[in-house]
């Protein structure tokens, strides 16, 4: 059994990062809810028999009526407790200390000094100044009985605190951000010299954790998965392979909406890996769920459904329609596929662990939870069992688990591809004479992005044409045609996102080359909106 580092969700923007950065000093950690910890049983927290628990920060003023909270007696069960921002102020007013709002509020960068000695700030030295990142209205005014103060700011004097005899440390500043220099280390402090954990947790520790729970899970029947090429699915795949081989039916759908060569390049990628059924000899099989599965034993069809496609979104201009359309009509075939390869009780799918905890609000259960996640629908439509192998994995550790597998690293580098494809980069009709145009073009922003050495530094980069035609010149001759517009921007996760500055001379070269190589488009433009206000994909 791992040890768990458990994080009590109270709304803030960087509860995600805290996991991550615990994470990342090879220490398992997991997001819940803040109401599972209000039991005065506390059965939720005991169950999960957690190392040390870290109290994220949260929007509340924990004096106000409705805020969130926990039962004090999380605090008597001897298991050592961070707060973070809100965290702490929640701990000194439980614990019967005084908190307030402050007469300045801290929003940015500032600098704690440290008092005296303590584990937490391990390796600092007393009157240190600290660089960190504040986030707070409210302010500790009174410490409770117990606790002393180990770090102030002018605004803060308790921007830090412990009390060593109840295993409670606080502080009031982010050490999760990047804008804390050193708040790796005081996390460390807390993870191995206050909760004496070991760094054990390793993607090569989980590949074989996660091949014996797929075993246990699978037993002998048949998972079938829709593979993309992308990095989620093809790790998926990787990993279902390595654990039960011949029992794994991999469907890739050329829908007609794909990039240059992305077919052929996944082909290319897992024929070796991954052979079709009619390819392998009996005398390679192994039974399912055997630990010789080995690589050249998983069936791969790739199904040709352009036509289909794009017969049902001729003449469709609605960006939601296009998508629904899509979503439809990928269900329906590969509904009929899996029915071809028969006995089928396991849908696999690519669910990360950021998908998980978006499904559950800090306030406890959500009724929303994103459809796309659930493959529109396929578990239900197919009645089959879900397999989720990556579900406690952030996309960094997925990457890692990709090069454990030994997965070539430009797939595991791969930018997001929206689901719908180029058919919401492909504004107003679809035709195939379109796509090809916006194929041709996108190929040229790669190629150039790449040879610039930015791809890996940019969350996504392409092309979107646009059903925009204008009057150029070329040669001697009068054109007019559409429009592409190149699209560039830095994200962490999507949700949030900026425009890249791309150098004029790259901007110029892709340009020039699409005008000279690609026939239909006769402009190129840069769109240098942020999301938000705009989104990253036009539809």
């Known amino acids: 059994m791992r040890d768990l580092c458990l994080i009590l969700d109270f709304g803030s923007q ?221 790790v998926t795949a990787a990993l279902l392979q390595r654990a039960i081989g011949p029992s794994l039916t991999c469907i890739f759908v050329d829908n007609g909406l794909l990039r240059t060569g992305e077919r052929a390049g996944v082909e290319a990628l897992f024929r070796g890996a991954f052979q079709p059924a009619s390819e392998r000899s009996d005398r390679g099989a192994v039974a399912a769920g055997s630990a010789e599965a080995t690589p050249g034993m998983v069936d791969l069809r790739i199904i040709d459904a352009e036509a289909r496609f794009l017969e049902t979104l001729a003449g469709i201009t609605d960006p939601e329609d296009k998508r629904k359309r899509i979503g439809r009509t990928f269900i329906e075939v590969f509904d009929e596929e899996a029915k071809k390869i028969g006995g089928v009780q396991f849908l696999a799918q690519g669910t990360l662990y950021p998908d998980v905890i978006e499904s559950v609000s800090h306030k406890g259960p959500s009724a929303t939870i994103k459809s796309h996640h659930n493959v529109g629908g396929l578990p239900e439509r197919m009645n089959l069992k879900l397999v989720e192998p990556l579900r406690e994995l952030f996309k960094d550790e997925v990457r890692e688990l990709g090069a454990e597998l030994a997965l070539p690293h430009h797939v595991l580098w791969r930018q997001p591809f929206p689901g719908p494809g180029l058919a919401v980069r492909c504004l107003g009709f679809l035709t195939r004479a379109r796509l090809d145009v916006l194929r041709a073009a996108d190929a040229i922003i790669d190629e150039e992005i790449r040879a610039a050495g930015l791809y890996e530094s940019i969350w996504q980069s392409f092309g979107v044409l646009l059903p925009v035609r204008s009057v150029g010149v070329m040669g001697d001759q009068r054109t007019y045609a559409e429009t592409l517009c190149v699209r560039a921007v830095h994200s962490k996760d999507g949700m949030t996102a900026d425009w890249v500055q791309l150098p004029y001379e790259l901007l110029g070269t892709i340009s020039r080359r699409v005008i000279n190589e690609v026939r239909g488009i006769n402009r190129v433009v840069y769109d240098i909106t942020s999301k938000p206000p705009g989104t990253i994909e036009w539809e």
């Open 14 to 234: 960087y509860t995600q990062l805290i996991a991550r950065r615990v994470r990342e000093r090879q220490v398992y950690s997991e997001i819940h809810p803040f109401a599972i910890a209000m039991d005065p049983k506390l059965e939720k927290i005991r169950a999960l028999a957690p190392r040390a628990i870290v109290l994220s920060g949260g929007p509340s003023s924990c004096y106000d009526d409705g805020a969130p909270t926990v039962d004090p007696a999380l605090f008597t069960l001897g298991i050592p407790i961070l707060g973070i921002c809100y965290g702490v102020q929640l701990v000194a007013r439980l614990l019967g200390g005084e908190v307030v709002p402050s007469d300045r509020r801290e929003y940015g960068r500032a600098h704690v000094t440290v008092r005296g000695a303590s584990e937490l700030f391990h390796g600092f030295s007393d009157g240190e100044e600290l660089a960190v990142w504040m986030s707070h209205g409210d302010r500790v005014a009174r410490l409770p009985d117990g606790f002393r103060l180990i770090g102030e700011t002018a605004n803060a004097p308790a921007a830090a605190v412990a009390d060593e005899a109840r295993r409670i440390w606080g502080v009031q500043f982010h050490p999760e951000v990047a804008h804390t220099p050193r708040g790796g280390e005081i996390l460390g402090n807390f993870l191995f010299r206050i909760a004496g954990f070991q760094p054990t947790w390793t993607m090569a520790s989980f590949v074989d954790e996660a091949v014996a729970k797929i075993r246990q899970q699978v037993g002998g029947g048949r998972v079938v998965l829709g593979l993309s090429g992308g990095v989620d699915s093809s």
